[in-house]
T-cell receptor
Framework: DAGVIQSPRHEVTEMGQEVTLRCKPI?????LFWYRQTMMRGLELLIY????????DSGMPEDRFSAKMPNASFSTLKIQPSEPRDSAVYFC?????????????FGSGTQLSVL | AQTVTQSQPEMSVQEAETVTLSCTYD???????LFWYKQPPSRQMILVIR??????QNATENRFSVNFQKAAKSFSLKISDSQLGDTAMYFC????????????FGKGTRLHILP
């Protein structure tokens, strides 16, 4: 199994630009999570999906952030327009869902730098 | 709402020593999971150990063990005979049991093992 695949690994963009982060969960996993990691806040949950449906997006910072999961094998996190304070490492994670949520598999993360 | 607090942002110990990382949490739930995740410089998130709240016995995985104090809502991680490869960020995490739910992380403790 290839694991959770995120792209790009690094992204450098200018303030005001649109940024799209991509995630391919492990095949057969029903739950998908987007986390953001910063020095100040640690690892914050932004949003999670079960069976492609957003369950809890209370962690999404503001309307500039949006996430979609059009099918079981793909999800995106979009920031439009991006701001320097969005600079962070963004992780995608997946699990089989249900009681198996305790076993999260993380991707390698996307290091986002907004200049 | 559940919260997880790690009061030690950074720690350093000599190789072969024993080190304890602290974690406290707040919840009104009676059934839940607690975890410790390790994040080495590669950015990978690795599950170190897991504890079910209904179990009184502390979980152990080789050199890693926990001290779970349910009444005090404390969940510390002890690393025995520390090795250079233990250098990493360590996250304490919480998840409600019996629900298709999310994992909430603390801010992390950066651990340095010194040669």
């Amino acid at each position: 199994d290839a694991g959770v695949i995120q792209s790009p690994r690094h992204e450098v963009t200018e303030m005001g630009q649109e940024v799209t982060l991509r995630c391919k969960p492990i095949s057969g996993h029903n739950s998908l999570f987007w986390y953001r990691q910063t020095m100040m806040r640690g690892l914050e949950l932004l949003i999670y999906f079960n069976n492609n449906v957003p369950i809890d997006d209370s962690g999404m910072p503001e309307d500039r952030f949006s996430a979609k999961m059009p099918n079981a094998s793909f999800s995106t996190l979009k920031i439009q327009p991006s701001e320097p304070r969005d600079s962070a490492v963004y992780f995608c994670a997946s699990s089989r869902g249900g009681l198996a949520n305790e076993k999260l598999f993380f991707g390698s993360g996307t290091q986002l730098s907004v200049l | 709402a559940q919260t997880v607090t790690q009061s030690q942002p950074e720690m350093s110990v000599q190789e072969a020593e024993t080190v304890t990382l602290s974690c406290t949490y707040d919840t009104s739930e009676s059934n839940y999971y607690l975890f410790w995740y390790k994040q080495p410089p590669s950015r990978q998130m690795i599950l170190v150990i897991r504890q079910e709240a209904y179990k009184q016995q502390n979980a152990t995985e080789n050199r890693f063990s926990v001290n779970f104090q349910k009444a005090a809502k404390s969940f510390s991680l002890k690393i025995s005979d520390s090795q250079l490869g233990d250098t990493a960020m360590y996250f304490c995490a919480f998840m409600r049991m019996n629900r298709d739910d999310k994992i909430i992380f603390g801010k992390g403790t950066r651990l340095h093992i010194l040669p």
